[in-house]
C-alpha cells in the first residue's frame, strides 16, 4: 500500500508562479482525475512531481510514503515508485527499450525479470495491441502519436510503479489506442495495486478510466473535488462555473 | 599477374626509386604548414616538430586475405617491384606535405581484385606504430577492377605513452560498377600523432564507402576526399569519433562530382568530453558537368564536458544548377529532455548519458561495412565515456 501527498505545492517556470498551492492525496488501487483548462498548471504539476529540471518548487512536500521526494533526483523517484506517462514522449535516437527497461529494472533490484524481459515486452505489447515489430525500434523514434502512448504504457505495465501520473495519455489517440491505454491502466489498479492520477481536458478519457475521484484545478490550484459525477458537470457547465471560485 | 587497368596499359618510364625521389624533391621544397592557412585552421600542426621523428619502415600484418583478392606488400626497402605496380603510380603526386613525404618514404599495400571478382571476406590490415620518436608511412592502395567487390579494415594501433607519428595515405581506385568498402580504425596510443589522407576516385556506377572510426591518438587528422569521375557513381563516407582528456581529432572532407547523375552521402558524428577538441570541415563540390546529381553532408557534435570543444564548417561549391545538396551541422550537449526521459523511467543519470551517447553514435555503427565490428567498437566507445563507466 503506497500512498502519494502533494501537500501546499507551489511551484514556479521562471518568474511565473504557476502553482498557488496544491494538495492532493492518492493511494494504491485508486484513480484520481486531476481537470483543469489550459495554463491551469496540469503539465507543470506532473513534471514538478517527477523532478523535471526548469521547475522551481518554492514551498511544499511531495512525499511518497511519508519520505519527502523534493531534492530527490529523477531516477530515484522513479526507482522508489514514481511514474511518468507522457504527454510528448521523448524520442531517444539510438537508444532501445530494452536496454532502457534493463537499466531500469537494474535500478530498482529486480534482475530476475530482466532474464525475462523479452518475454514480459512481447505479453504486455499483446495486451495492449501494440506491434511487436515496435520493441526493436529506438525509443519513439518514428512512432505515431497512438503507437507513442501504447509505447508508454507498455512502459508503465512492465516497470510496475506504485503510483503513475498519466499526463494527457488522450491527447494524439485514436479511440482503438486510448481504450487499449485506458483498459490497461484500470487493470493495472486492479492486479498491481496501481495508484493512477489522470490528468487530462476532457471528460472522454474518463469513460474508460473511471476515476473514483476528480479533482478541479484552476489557476494553480484544486478548487474543487469529488466523485465521478464532478466530470459530467464539467462536461455540461465547461470550466466557466470554477473559474471564480 | 599484372593488374590490367587503363594505367598500367600505357607504358611509362617511371622506375620505383624514381617514384620516391622525386616525391621528396617536392617533399623538400614545400614549406611547412601552419594554421594560417585555411586547410590547416584549427589545427595542431604548429606542435609537430618533424626533425624529432626518424622515418622508421611500418609494421604490418594482413589477415582475411581470401581467393580473388590478390594483396602486394611493398616494403620501403625494395629497391624495385613489379612493373604493374610501378605502373600504378604512374605520374603520383600528393597533394601536400605530409602525402609527398608518404609517396617518399611508403611502405605499400595493394590489394588488387579482378574484375567481376567478389571478396567475401574482409582484409584486415594492421598497423603498429610502437617505437618512440618513429614516424612511418604505409599507403593502402585498392585497386577494384569492373564490377569486382572488395572490403578492407585499416587499424592502426600503438601503446599509450610512445610518442609515434603515422602519415597514411589510402588510394581507393573503384572502377566501372566495382563496389569498394574501407574502414579504417584509429586506435593509437595518448602521445602518438596520425596526420592521414584518404583518397577515393569512382567510375561510372561504382559504389565507394569510406568509413573511420577514431578513438584514439593525441592529434589525429584525417582528410577524406571522394571524387566521382564517372556518372551514376555514388559515394558514402562516414565516421564516428570520440575524443577526451586533451585529444583533438581533425577531419577536413571533400565530396567531388565530377560527372552527370552522380551521387554522395556524408555523416560525421563526433563527440568530445573532458578537455578535448574535435574540428571538421566539409566541402561539397560539384562541377559544372556533373548536371541531376545530389549530395548530402551531415556533421553531428556532442559536447560532453564544459571544457570540450568542437567545430563544425560545411560549406557547399557548386557550379551547375541541375543539382540535390543538403548539408547540416550541430554542436551542442546531450538534449535534457532526452535524459529526463530516460531518468523517468528509473534510468541513473550516468548510465543514461552513456545510453544516449552509444544511441548517437548507433547510426554511424550500423552503416560500418564490417558488421561483426560494431559490438567491440560500441564497448570501446563506452569504456572511454568518463561518464557512467563501462559495462
Known amino acids: ?245 | 599477374m599484372p593488374v590490367l587497368t587503363p594505367d598500367t596499359a600505357r607504358s611509362t618510364s617511371n622506375t620505383w626509386p624514381q617514384v620516391r625521389e622525386a616525391a621528396l624533391e617536392r617533399a623538400t621544397a614545400l614549406p611547412f604548414p601552419t594554421a594560417d592557412e585555411e586547410i590547416w585552421r584549427y589545427s595542431r600542426i604548429a606542435e609537430l616538430d618533424l626533425a624529432s621523428f626518424h622515418p622508421a619502415a611500418t609494421v604490418s600484418t594482413i589477415t582475411g586475405v581470401s581467393e580473388g583478392a590478390r594483396v602486394t606488400h611493398v616494403p620501403a626497402s625494395a629497391a624495385s617491384v613489379d612493373a604493374s605496380l610501378t605502373n600504378l603510380f604512374d605520374g603520383a603526386r600528393g597533394n601536400d606535405l605530409f602525402s609527398e613525404l608518404n609517396l617518399a618514404h611508403m611502405d605499400v599495400i595493394v590489394v588488387s581484385v579482378a574484375r567481376n571478382t567478389v571478396v567475401s571476406q574482409p582484409i584486415v590490415i594492421t598497423h603498429t606504430a610502437d617505437v618512440d620518436g618513429a614516424m612511418c608511412f604505409p599507403r593502402l592502395v585498392i585497386d577494384a577492377a569492373e564490377n569486382s567487390e572488395v572490403t578492407v579494415v585499416e587499424r592502426f594501433v600503438s601503446a599509450d605513452g610512445v610518442r609515434s607519428l603515422v602519415v597514411p595515405v589510402l588510394d581507393a581506385r573503384t572502377a566501372q560498377a566495382a563496389r569498394v568498402r574501407y574502414l579504417g580504425i584509429n586506435e593509437l596510443g595518448t602521445e602518438s600523432w596520425l596526420i592521414g589522407q584518404h583518397q577515393s576516385v569512382g567510375q561510372r556506377d561504382s559504389d565507394t564507402l569510406l568509413a573511420t572510426v577514431a578513438l584514439g591518438g593525441d592529434y589525429a587528422r584525417v582528410s577524406t576526399s571522394a571524387r566521382l569521375e564517372g556518372q551514376g557513381g555514388n559515394t558514402r563516407q562516414v565516421a564516428l569519433y570520440f575524443a577526451g582528456g586533451t585529444q583533438m581529432h581533425d577531419f577536413r572532407t571533400l565530396q567531388e562530382h565530377a560527372a552527370p547523375r552522380t551521387t554522395s552521402d556524408l555523416l560525421f558524428k563526433g563527440a568530445v568530453q573532458d578537455t578535448a577538441k574535435s574540428v571538421y570541415t566539409g566541402l561539397i563540390k560539384i562541377h559544372k558537368n556533373a548536371k541531376g546529381s545530389a549530395a548530402f553532408q551531415t556533421n553531428r557534435n556532442l559536447t560532453l564536458s564544459h571544457g570540450a570543444w568542437a567545430e563544425s564548417v560545411p560549406n557547399l561549391d557548386i557550379e551547375t544548377n541541375d543539382v540535390k545538396c543538403s548539408h547540416a551541422s550541430t554542436v551542442g550537449p546531450i538534449d535534457e529532455d532526452q535524459l529526463f526521459y530516460l531518468e523517468s523511467r528509473g534510468v541513473n543519470p550516468d548510465v543514461a548519458q552513456r545510453l544516449v551517447v552509444l544511441g548517437f553514435f548507433d547510426e554511424v555503427l550500423a552503416q560500418l561495412p564490417v558488421g561483426d565490428l560494431a559490438a567491440p567498437l560500441r564497448r570501446q566507445v563506452a569504456a572511454k565515456l568518463s561518464i557512467g563507466g563501462a559495462s
Request: aromatic share 4%.
Open chain 1, 1 to 245: 500500500m503506497s500512498t502519494l501527498q502533494i501537500i501546499d505545492l507551489h511551484a514556479s517556470v521562471g518568474d511565473k508562479q504557476i502553482l498557488h498551492g496544491v494538495n492532493l492525496t492518492i493511494s494504491s488501487g485508486e484513480v484520481h482525475a486531476v481537470m483543469g483548462p489550459n495554463g491551469a498548471g496540469k503539465s507543470t504539476l506532473s513534471a514538478v512531481v517527477m523532478g523535471k529540471p526548469g521547475y522551481n518548487v518554492t514551498a511544499g512536500s511531495i512525499l511518497l510514503d511519508g519520505r519527502e521526494m523534493l531534492g530527490v533526483p529523477t531516477w530515484q523517484r522513479a526507482a522508489a515508485g514514481l511514474h511518468l506517462v507522457m504527454q510528448y514522449p521523448t524520442e531517444v535516437p539510438g537508444v532501445l527499450l530494452n536496454d532502457v527497461l534493463s537499466e531500469a529494472l537494474k535500478g530498482r533490484g529486480r534482475d530476475g525479470d530482466i532474464g525475462r524481459l523479452d518475454t514480459l515486452l512481447r505479453t504486455e505489447a499483446a495486451r495492449i495491441h501494440f506491434d511487436e515489430k515496435f520493441l526493436d525500434r529506438p525509443l519513439n523514434v518514428d512512432l505515431s502519436g497512438g503507437e507513442k502512448k501504447r509505447n508508454e504504457t507498455l512502459q508503465m505495465s512492465v516497470l510496475k510503479p506504485a503510483i503513475a501520473i498519466l499526463d494527457e495519455l488522450d491527447s494524439g489517440l485514436d479511440v482503438d489506442a486510448l481504450r487499449d491505454c485506458a483498459r490497461r491502466v484500470m487493470d493495472a489498479t486492479r492486479e498491481d495495486g496501481l495508484g493512477a492520477l489522470v490528468i487530462t481536458h476532457y471528460s472522454r478519457l474518463l469513460e474508460e478510466l473511471k476515476p473514483s475521484r476528480v479533482h478541479i484545478l484552476v489557476k494553480g490550484r484544486i478548487v474543487e473535488t469529488g466523485g465521478p459525477e464532478l466530470a459530467d458537470v464539467l462536461e455540461r457547465d465547461g470550466y466557466e462555473a470554477f473559474k471564480n471560485a
